[in-house]
């Protein structure tokens, strides 16, 4: 079975601290996603990753940044922390290639990131 | 751009119960591909079903069925037989055909069954 591993699920920072989410999955797969949850918003993107060391922006990239130095690997970034990034993120990834109905995405459990 | 729209933000129902999630979704494309996924309180989000749009045939899971209508661009989902275990929060997703796999989710429908 795919796993989805993020580094907390929970974490509590200060205003203007540098925040860093990790998430690895063990699949081997190439396109990762970064999600942020909010209740009446659903899940709304905001960068993904088709490999190593590419990025694209989501709908919502303003204060934050990505990292992917290994195809395993994709860290959300957080330069300077505000109280409107309080919220639940979630990353996810899924097989490569052309889009097919078995190109689902694998979700991680979610960290809910808690900013004073 | 692609938008999917779950009208309903709460819904409950009985256990044992039928119970059908609506979810309606605006594209130009032709080939996507359409999900739906249950997240439970506190747990990993993950698939409950999934949806060719080029199959007119309905998909099932078990309990789990979908109302797939393409013209009206609807997916609605029905649950039959409610367990306590499927009180959870359900988010339709969209999948254009192509490269890149990228999903656009509803809101959400925050299912209860009540005992």
């Known amino acids: 079975d795919v796993k989805v591993t993020q580094s907390s699920r929970y974490l509590v920072k200060r205003t203007g601290e540098k925040v860093f989410l990790e998430c690895v999955q063990d699949?081997?797969?190439?396109?990762m996603f970064w999600y942020r949850q909010d209740p009446g918003l659903g899940l709304r993107l905001i960068y993904f990753?088709?490999?190593?060391?590419?990025?694209e922006k989501g709908d919502i990239p303003e204060g934050y940044s990505v990292s992917r130095e290994k195809k395993e690997r994709f860290s959300l970034i957080l330069e300077s922390a505000s109280t409107n990034q309080t919220s639940m993120y979630l990353c996810?990834?899924?097989?490569?290639?052309?889009?097919?109905?078995?190109?689902?995405?694998?979700f991680g459990p979610g960290t809910r990131l808690t900013v004073l | 751009a692609q938008t999917v729209t779950q009208s309903q933000p709460e819904m409950s129902v009985q256990e044992a119960e039928t119970v059908t999630l609506s979810c309606t979704y605006d594209?130009?494309?032709?080939?996507?591909?359409l999900f739906w996924y249950k997240q439970p309180p506190s747990r990993q989000m993950i698939l409950v079903i999934r949806?060719?749009?080029?199959?007119?045939q309905n998909a099932t899971e078990n309990r789990f069925s979908v109302n797939f209508q393409k013209a009206a661009k609807s997916f609605s989902l029905k649950i039959s037989d409610s367990q306590l275990g499927d009180t959870a929060m359900y988010f339709c997703?969209?999948?254009?055909?192509?490269?890149?796999?990228?999903?656009?989710f509803g809101t959400g429908t925050s299912l209860t069954v009540i005992p």
């Open positions: 997703a969209f999948m254009k055909g192509g490269p890149g796999n990228q999903f656009y």
């Open positions: 949806q060719e749009a080029y199959k007119q």
């Open positions: 699949m081997d797969h190439e396109n």
């Open positions: 996810a990834s899924t097989q490569g290639g052309t889009s097919g109905v078995h190109n689902e995405q694998f």
């Open positions: 594209t130009s494309e032709s080939n996507y591909y």
């Open positions: 990753s088709y490999d190593v060391k590419m990025k």
